[in-house]
């Protein structure tokens, strides 16, 4: 049966892309609760379980659990596989599934697709399928070969699981560990803060996930004549760079002052990239200072860019937020990106997606302070890293209650699948689109 095909025919196109992740993350809770998904071959409880699977498909990597010390392999298995489902999207691998039963893809399946992978239009979603499954396994499989030295010379055989395991979750900025039971609990990557070569590795796997398929798609057609990109292209590129050369910049001559070179360097970098959106760190965070951990925080509400593996609100919602102030403050018309004027319309939904954030991120922060009697710049952490779907965390998320690890839950359902799908999905039709209002006057700012 075409996978697509299982939901009722009346649903809207982003209605079935929130069934779909929920589905998928119901499937991933209630399997994570058998035994042999865990070590000790006890059944885990279902709220545990859903959190875990959540995180998972939703490429967060908060966890309630230590990955590497509670889950036993196949539960590690798992837990790889909805990374893995969640970092591509729902719909692509079911109509990679269709595609390989021989099922054609329907002109509801295809927009769809264009509305899951967040393409222009609807013709050439069945390629972009193919190209987008085609590089995903490039990418992770070099990158497992690339952590493959470092991996086995740490660990041993075993390195092995362990560099096809951070290759998946680095691609698809879930933020996820194994490195639990060697160097503690929670520890993510810190026992390799030293560690230039992984660490440029990770990172390379992180922001080539982050770019987004379309970018790659560009890229890939056209290498270095980037006169030819897209201007979306062109900004993602722009936006990317500058949010990585900036902030590791600052942590360089802030943060990690006191290092030695290489060691600086490294976390400097490392930390600059992990905020949007992958969830490993190589450094305590609760050590940083009050300004690091702000530049962490305004990181990780950016995110990657549409299309990609990443959550936040996208690169190019800020360059276009950007651009817009820029266009005001020099009294012109319109925003402009690489010589091309940015529909206002684009503005509107850019200034939405800010405004959900903002409020959702502050209203859950607010509410798991108050419940929990925590301060609330940690609550304000973990609500952003939840949301943003990065995973970062400063040791809050663990020993919270279930009122604030739904609340968390849910945020990162809504990071993962995108504010305008929620909202599109809740209001499926247009009132009242063509109707205009009389003209009101009113000042801001």
């Known amino acids: 049966m075409n996978l697509l095909c299982i939901f009722n025919r009346r649903l809207t196109s982003f209605q079935v892309i929130i069934l779909g992740f929920a589905a998928v993350i119901l499937i991933g809770a209630l399997i994570l609760m058998l035994p042999i998904s865990s070590r000790s071959g006890e059944m885990t409880g279902f709220m545990d379980s859903l959190f875990t699977s959540t995180s998972a498909v939703c490429v967060t990597g908060l966890v309630v659990k230590d990955t590497a010390g509670y889950w036993s392999f196949f539960g590690q298995v798992i837990i790889l596989i909805l990374i893995q489902i969640g970092g591509i999207g729902v719909i692509t691998m079911a109509s990679l599934v269709s595609l390989l039963a021989g099922k054609k893809i329907s002109l509801m399946q295809r927009q769809t697709i264009q509305n899951a992978l967040s393409t222009p239009q609807v013709g050439g979603s069945v390629r972009l399928i193919r190209f987008v499954i085609k590089v995903t396994a490039m990418i992770e499989t070099a990158g497992a070969v690339l952590l493959l030295p470092v991996f086995v010379k740490r660990f041993g055989m075993v390195g092995i699981w362990y560099a096809v395991f951070h290759s998946i979750s680095a691609f698809c900025n879930a933020g996820f560990d194994l490195m639990g039971r060697y160097t503690g609990s929670f520890s993510s990557l810190c026992a390799f803060s030293g560690n230039l070569y992984l660490s440029i590795v990770i990172c390379v796997l992180i922001v080539a996930g982050g770019l987004g398929f379309l970018a790659w798609e560009d890229i890939a057609a056209y290498k270095q004549k980037i006169h030819k990109y897209r201007m979306q292209t062109k900004v993602i590129i722009a936006s990317t760079a500058i949010l990585i050369l900036v902030p590791t910049i600052l942590f360089f001559f802030i943060d990690f002052s006191h290092m030695h070179l290489v060691r600086r360097l490294s976390c400097s970098l490392f930390q600059a990239v992990t905020p949007r959106t992958a969830g490993f760190n190589t450094v305590d965070f609760s050590s940083m200072t009050d300004p690091g951990r702000v530049m962490i925080m305004l990181l990780m509400l950016v995110g990657g860019s549409p299309g990609s593996t990443a959550g ?65 710049e940690k609550c304000a952490f973990e609500a952003i890293s939840a949301i943003a779907t990065v995973g970062l965390s400063l040791g809050l998320t663990p020993g919270l209650g279930v009122v604030s690890h739904i609340i968390l839950m849910l945020l990162m359902f809504f990071g993962r699948v995108g504010g305008f799908t929620v909202v599109y999905a809740a209001l499926s039709y247009r009132e009242g689109s063509e109707l205009k209002y009389p003209l009101g006057n009113i000042t801001v700012g």
């Open 312 to 376: 936040g609100m996208k690169t190019t919602t800020v360059a276009v937020l950007t651009a817009n102030a820029f266009a005001i403050f020099r009294r012109r018309k319109n925003a402009k990106l690489f010589g091309r004027r940015v529909d206002d319309e684009v503005v509107k939904q850019a200034s939405t997606v800010l405004f959900m954030y903002v409020t959702l991120f502050l209203s859950g922060a607010l509410i798991i302070s108050l419940i929990e009697n925590q301060p609330f």
